[in-house]
């Protein structure tokens, strides 16, 4: 099975910087989009920004400037480089894939369980 593993979440001043890192194990056969949601108590969850198999990328409006998204196709991984940060980024930051895992090109979601960004003013 397929596992997503994210890191670095943590406790930051306003203005500051994280780097948040994903990475999926398990049986892969191969990879499409890669990408990050956030979720906070009592609202849905939302979409960050994804990254293309190629690299193509696309942010939410209200990280757009201040986040990064990269990935490295050789290691499975995604990364999410933040930025003067406010509290109002304030969340649980979830990794996702898409996945070709049992099946070559028959792809499912992955989730991992998720990192908690907390960002004090």
């Known amino acids: 099975q397929v596992q997503l593993v994210e890191s670095g979440g943590g406790l930051v001043q306003a203005g500051g910087s994280l780097r948040l890192s994903c990475a999926a194990s398990g049986r892969i056969f191969s990879i499409n989009d890669m990408g990050w949601y956030r979720q906070t108590p009592g609202k849905q969850r939302e979409l960050v920004g994804t990254i293309t198999s190629t690299g193509s990328v696309n942010y939410v409006d209200s990280v757009k400037g201040r986040f990064t998204i990269s990935r490295d196709n050789a290691k499975n991984s995604v990364d999410l480089q933040m930025n003067s940060l406010k509290p109002d980024d304030t969340a649980v930051y979830y990794c996702?894939?898409?996945?070709?895992?049992?099946?070559?090109?028959?792809?499912?979601?992955?989730w991992g369980r998720g990192t908690q960004v907390t960002v004090s003013s």
């Open positions: 996702f894939a898409v996945i070709a895992s049992r099946v070559p090109r028959v792809f499912s979601d992955y």
